[in-house]
């Protein structure tokens, strides 16, 4: 069995030769909300994101999904890949009042070098439609590795 879970492991770190442009990846956000973030990728330049999270702002539960727009040339890095992101997205959160809303994020989404992660910041203006028309902001951190 040890040696099963060694392999495992090994595996996984091989796939360090995958880049972060392509693939699904699973990791944490902190901030608002802070949860579980999940990202897949499309193509070379969109990706659709998602999380599952608790809002520590207003006790509750915070569900989103994105699709994301990529930009790979506007900040140069010497190692690894620093793209600019923005998208247009939804979100529910489930609390004594539900709320949905449109999501806008824009972040930056750094690819690392020779390994299966990324790091994200984001800031998040969101318009709520339900149960009134509201403004609400997001902001958070977060890592993701991919497979």
Known sequence: MKKLIILFISGLFALNVLAQDHGFGIGII?????????????????????????????????IHADFLLHNFNLISVSKGQLPVYFGLGARIRLADETNFGARIPVGIDYHFEGAPLDIFFEVVPILNFVPTTAFDLNAAIGMRYFF
Request: overall charge negative; cysteine-free; glycine content about 6%.
């Open 30 to 62: 902190l901030g608002e909300p802070t949860g579980i973030s999940a990202k897949n990728w499309i193509s070379s330049k969109t990706a659709v994101d998602a999380a599952v999270a608790w809002s520590l702002y207003d006790p509750s539960l915070h």
